[in-house]
């Protein structure tokens, strides 16, 4: 049965600095992607990583895939308050469903 | 083109009452989804149908039903409400696996309130 951690659950951040949310899942996939969400809104996607190796970059974030260790990091550059958001991976299995990690509650202060 | 429609944005049930949330979606998708998002627990999945006329149980699918009515739209019935079904739920739809692995398109939510 697929499985998704994601950690840290809350991030506390100062603008300017660097940091990674780190998304592990269970079983074999050949899909990941990476959502944001703000404060009672719907998701909105960023990503989407579909081979061993595959790198996105949009901006101050940077999403990466590594599948022999059924890992996906997204990294965020010189933070920024309007980063402020809740982020979550989801990793597709076998069939069409779609597997959520728990999200990171990102919050950038001055 | 309105993407991904949830009705109703919010619903307070009182304990055994029932009720239809419905989802429809114009962008010609194949699959479409209902996930259930409660505080620290991210989005769980209840339910999925990979195309008309097939359904599939996801990671919670007990005290739901659903039905794939057409291929524009799927509703998440609740028979019998329970106060731990209180919760956002959001109706999400997309291609498919295989078929360029786009991105899941979201509705904005339904609130759920069961008293």
């Known amino acids: 049965e697929l499985k998704v951690e994601q950690n840290p659950l809350f991030l506390s951040m100062q603008e300017g600095k660097n940091y990674t949310i780190y998304c592990n899942y269970s079983?074999?996939?050949?899909?990941l992607y990476w959502y944001r969400q703000d404060p009672g809104k719907s998701l909105e996607s960023l990503f989407v990583l579909l081979s061993n190796g595959a790198v996105k970059q949009e901006g101050r974030l940077m999403a990466s895939l590594d599948t022999k260790a059924r890992l996906s990091t997204l990294h965020i550059t010189a933070a920024v308050h309007d980063l402020s958001a809740t982020y979550f991976c989801a990793v597709g299995g076998s069939t069409d469903k779609l597997i959520f990690g728990t999200g990171t509650r990102l919050q950038v202060f001055p | 083109n309105a993407g991904v429609t949830q009705t109703p944005k919010f619903q307070v049930l009182k304990t055994g009452q029932s009720m239809t949330l419905q989802c429809a979606q114009d962008?010609?998708?194949?699959?479409m989804y209902w996930y259930r998002q409660d505080p620290g627990m991210g989005l769980r999945l209840i339910y999925y149908s990979a195309s008309e006329g097939t359904t599939d149980k996801g990671e919670v699918p007990n005290g739901y039903n659903v039905s794939r009515l057409n291929k524009r739209e799927f509703s998440l019935r609740l028979e019998s409400a329970a106060p731990s079904q209180t919760s956002v739920y959001f109706c999400?739809?997309?291609f498919g696996r295989g078929i360029n692995n786009s991105p899941l398109h979201f509705g904005n939510g339904t609130r759920l309130t069961v008293t």
């Open positions: 999400a739809s997309g």
């Open positions: 079983t074999t996939s050949d899909r």
């Open positions: 962008m010609n998708h194949n699959s």
